[in-house]
C-alpha cells in the first residue's frame, strides 16, 4: 500500500511538471516579437547557434538560441536592433507559418523598420541532419542505438527526398518576406559542409557508404537553396562552398561530427559561427561599396 502511495505521489509530481513545462513553453510562444528592429534572423538551429553557450535570456526554451549564434555576432559588430526569431527544429514552414509548440510564424518579427533579414533553413525540411544523428547513434549502439533502430526508418537516398517542395517553400517564403520588407536587404546562408568530399573520418561517427548516401544530400540542399535565392532575389552567402576546408573531419572544422566535446553534434563548431558572422560582414560591406 505505502508503494502504491509513493508511485502514485510520483505520477502526481510528474504531470504537475509536465504541466507547469507546457504552460511555460504556450506562455513564450504567444508573446508578440517586436516589430521594430532593423534586423530580423530567421531560421533553424543553425542560425540559432544550438549548443554554443549560454541560452538568450528571454528566448523560447524549445529554439536554444544561444548568445553565440551567427544573428547574434552580426548585432554585435554592426550595433544593429535584433530580433532572433532562428528556433531549433524549424522547417520553411514554421518560418511562414509557425506551429513549432505554439511558436506563431517567425516572419512576423518583420516589420517597415527592417533593414537586414537573415536566413538559414531547409535543412530539417528534407531531414538532412536528423539522418546523420540517427546514423550514427545506431552505429554507437547502446541504449541511443535501440532507441534509433525502433523509431526511425533508415536514411532515404537523396532522389526520395521532396527538394521540389523544399524549393518551392523556399522561393515562396523568400517572396512573402520581400512583401513584408521592400527595403530590405535578405542574406540567405547555406548550410556549412559537415561531411568531406570524400570517404569519411572517426569524427562523423558513420561509415563510408553512409557517408557516401549523404553527401549528395547535402550538395542537392545547397543547390536548392542558391537556385530559390537566386529566384528570389535574395543575395546569398555560400557556406556550403566557403567551408570546404573546413568540415567536421579537418584539424580546424566550422561543423561538428557525431560527438563535440563543445556544441552539438552535426551542428556548428563557434569557429563556423565566427566565420558565418564574418563572410555575412563582408557581403554588407561589398553591397554598401
Same mark, same amino acid.
Given at each position: 500500500? $505505502?508503494?502504491?502511495?509513493?508511485?502514485?505521489?510520483?505520477?502526481?509530481?510528474?504531470?504537475?511538471?509536465?504541466?507547469?513545462?507546457?504552460?511555460?513553453? !504556450?506562455?513564450?510562444? *504567444?508573446?508578440?516579437?517586436?516589430?521594430?528592429?532593423?534586423?530580423?534572423?530567421?531560421?533553424?538551429?543553425?542560425?540559432?547557434?544550438?549548443?554554443?553557450? +549560454? $541560452?538568450?535570456?528571454?528566448?523560447?526554451?524549445?529554439?536554444?538560441? #544561444?548568445?553565440?549564434?551567427?544573428?547574434?555576432?552580426?548585432?554585435?559588430?554592426?550595433?544593429?536592433?535584433?530580433?532572433?526569431?532562428?528556433? #531549433?527544429?524549424? &522547417? &520553411?514552414?514554421?518560418? %511562414?507559418?509557425?506551429?513549432?509548440?505554439?511558436?506563431?510564424?517567425?516572419?512576423?518579427?518583420?516589420?517597415?523598420?527592417?533593414?537586414?533579414?537573415?536566413?538559414?533553413?531547409?535543412?530539417?525540411?528534407?531531414? !538532412?541532419?536528423?539522418?546523420?544523428?540517427?546514423?550514427? !547513434?545506431? $552505429?554507437?549502439?547502446?541504449?541511443?542505438?535501440?532507441?534509433?533502430?525502433?523509431?526511425?526508418?533508415?536514411?532515404?537516398?537523396?532522389?526520395?527526398?521532396?527538394? +521540389?517542395?523544399?524549393?518551392?517553400?523556399? %522561393? #515562396?517564403?523568400?517572396?512573402?518576406? $520581400?512583401?513584408?520588407?521592400?527595403?530590405?536587404?535578405?542574406?540567405?546562408?547555406? !548550410?556549412?559542409?559537415?561531411?568531406?568530399?570524400?570517404?569519411?573520418?572517426?569524427?562523423?561517427?558513420?561509415?563510408?557508404?553512409?557517408?557516401?548516401?549523404?553527401?549528395?544530400?547535402?550538395?542537392?540542399?545547397?543547390?536548392?537553396?542558391? #537556385? +530559390?535565392?537566386?529566384?528570389?532575389?535574395?543575395?546569398? %552567402?555560400?557556406?556550403?562552398?566557403?567551408?570546404?576546408?573546413?568540415?567536421?573531419?579537418?584539424?580546424?572544422?566550422?561543423?561538428?561530427?557525431?560527438?563535440?566535446?563543445?556544441? %552539438?553534434?552535426?551542428?556548428?563548431?563557434?569557429?563556423?559561427?565566427? +566565420?558565418?558572422?564574418?563572410?555575412?560582414?563582408?557581403?554588407? *560591406?561589398?553591397?554598401?561599396?
Amino acid at each position: 500500500m $505505502r508503494i502504491w502511495r509513493l508511485t502514485k505521489a510520483a505520477l502526481l509530481l510528474l504531470l504537475l511538471g509536465l504541466l507547469i513545462v507546457l504552460a511555460v513553453l !504556450y506562455y513564450q510562444g *504567444k508573446q508578440a516579437p517586436r516589430a521594430d528592429s532593423p534586423y530580423v534572423a530567421l531560421g533553424s538551429s543553425f542560425a540559432a547557434g544550438l549548443g554554443l553557450g +549560454a $541560452r538568450e535570456t528571454g528566448s523560447p526554451f524549445i529554439c536554444q538560441r #544561444s548568445v553565440n549564434g551567427y544573428p547574434k555576432q552580426i548585432a554585435r559588430m554592426t550595433g544593429l536592433l535584433l530580433t532572433d526569431m532562428s528556433c #531549433s527544429g524549424a &522547417t &520553411t514552414h514554421h518560418v %511562414v507559418r509557425g506551429g513549432q509548440v505554439f511558436l506563431g510564424p517567425q516572419i512576423d518579427a518583420i516589420g517597415p523598420a527592417t533593414r537586414l533579414i537573415t536566413l538559414t533553413a531547409g535543412g530539417n525540411d528534407i531531414a !538532412y541532419i536528423g539522418d546523420l544523428t540517427a546514423m550514427a !547513434y545506431q $552505429r554507437q549502439g547502446g541504449i541511443p542505438g535501440f532507441l534509433v533502430g525502433q523509431f526511425w526508418k533508415g536514411a532515404k537516398p537523396v532522389d526520395n527526398r521532396d527538394f +521540389a517542395t523544399l524549393r518551392s517553400d523556399l %522561393v #515562396s517564403t523568400l517572396r512573402k518576406i $520581400r512583401v513584408r520588407a521592400p527595403k530590405a536587404q535578405i542574406i540567405v546562408v547555406t !548550410y556549412p559542409a559537415i561531411l568531406p568530399e570524400t570517404g569519411t573520418c572517426s569524427q562523423l561517427g558513420i561509415d563510408a557508404a553512409q557517408a557516401d548516401m549523404m553527401r549528395p544530400v547535402a550538395l542537392r540542399l545547397a543547390n536548392v537553396t542558391r #537556385s +530559390a535565392a537566386k529566384e528570389a532575389g535574395a543575395t546569398v %552567402v555560400d557556406m556550403a562552398t566557403l567551408s570546404k576546408d573546413h568540415d567536421a573531419c579537418t584539424t580546424q572544422p566550422w561543423a561538428n561530427g557525431s560527438a563535440p566535446t563543445q556544441g %552539438v553534434a552535426f551542428h556548428p563548431t563557434l569557429a563556423g559561427t565566427k +566565420a558565418t558572422a564574418a563572410q555575412i560582414m563582408t557581403k554588407l *560591406k561589398e553591397d554598401i561599396r
